[in-house]
């Protein structure tokens, strides 16, 4: 009896320590990280979603910037764009991201909604304690 209640208190505690860890927004779901990439000596930059998995359609969509050690990086705005470059018969297209800021400093989520399963290249752009811009590939299924 002694030990099953040590165990419930154990897995209270590790949900407890999970919840805070995805922020103060109480509706927003779990991200999971799709791609990252590192773009400077102390900069990288993740692009997440609640399936870790890039889908056709509407989706919830993360962008987080941290020093490459998990420590955030103050970045006041930041844009994503997907982009498909043109193939064949088929024109070039863009789907941008809308993103806002959270109470996390460098983290923003919102919404995109990509019109075709493929390769997508992510084109961000953010301002900040670090300024510059960068190309992600990843592709959604
Ligand atoms: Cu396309």
Known sequence: MRTKGLVASFVLVSLGVIAAGCGAGGSSPVM???AEKKVGENLAVAISNP???LKNGEQEIGLKFTDGSGNPVEISAASLNFNMPAMGSMAEMNDP???????TPGEFAGKVKLQMAGE??????YEG???GKTTMEVTAY
């Open 129 to 131: 304690e670090e300024t």
């Open 32 to 34: 999971t990280t799709i």
């Open 51 to 53: 399936e870790g998995k």
């Open 97 to 103: 991201a809308t993103l806002n800021t959270t109470s």
């Open 120 to 125: 997508w290249i992510a084109q961000i752009s």
